[in-house]
C-alpha cells in the first residue's frame, strides 16, 4: 500500500498496487473482484474506494482508496506492545463494534470478507487530533471476498 498525493487538490490517499501480468486466472479474477466489491459499498466503517485504473505499462491495477492515517490495527498492536502501553477497554469495545457494522453492511449485499484479520482493519483518526487513541476502524482488502450464492452461502 502507498501513501499518494493526488496534484490537482494536495489530497492523500492510499494506492494498492496489484500485479496483474503475472496473476493466473483466478488470481486475476479475485482483484478485479476487490474492486467490484469496493465500489459497491459505502459505509462508514469500510474503506473508501475512490478510483480504479489498470496502469498499461507496467500491467499494474491500481486500486485508489481513503488513507488510513493511523495505518492499521496489527501496527498498532505492535507498537503498543514495543511501549508496553495498553489498550482501554473503551477502545478495544470501539474497534469490535466498528468492524461488525462494516461487516454487517457488507452481509446486507450479500458479500463476505473472508480475511479478517489486525491487518485488515484500518485506523482513521476521528478529529484533527495528534493523539493516537482518537481513531475510527473500517474493513479493507477485500481481495478474497466473496458474495454469496441465492442461499447467502458460499462452498469454500
Known amino acids: 500500500m502507498l501513501k499518494v498525493t493526488r496534484k490537482a487538490d494536495n489530497q492523500v490517499y492510499a494506492l494498492k498496487k496489484v500485479n496483474i501480468a503475472q496473476m493466473n486466472a ?6 478485479i473482484n476487490e474492486v467490484r466489491i469496493l465500489a459497491s459499498i459505502t459505509h462508514p466503517n469500510i474503506v473508501s474506494y475512490r478510483e480504479a485504473f489498470v496502469d498499461a505499462q507496467s500491467q499494474m491495477l491500481c486500486i ?3 488513507f488510513a492515517d493511523n495505518g492499521d490495527l496489527l501496527q498498532m498492536i505492535q507498537e503498543r506492545k514495543t511501549l508496553q502501553v495498553y489498550f482501554k477497554e473503551k477502545q478495544v469495545w470501539r474497534v469490535l463494534i466498528e468492524c461488525v457494522h462494516g461487516l454487517k453492511s457488507m452481509h446486507d449485499i450479500s458479500v463476505m470478507h473472508r480475511d479478517i484479520k489486525c491487518a485488515n482493519i484500518f485506523l482513521f483518526k476521528v478529529i484533527e487530533s495528534t493523539s ?4 475510527m476502524a473500517k474493513l479493507g482488502d477485500m481481495n478474497v471476498s466473496k458474495v454469496t450464492g441465492p442461499q447467502g452461502l458460499n462452498y469454500t
Do not use: G, H, Y
Not at 483466478?26 to 482483484?31: L, Q, V
Open 64 to 66: 485508489v482508496m481513503t
Open 132 to 135: 493516537k487513541d482518537l481513531f
Open 26 to 31: 483466478k488470481d486475476r479474477e479475485n482483484a
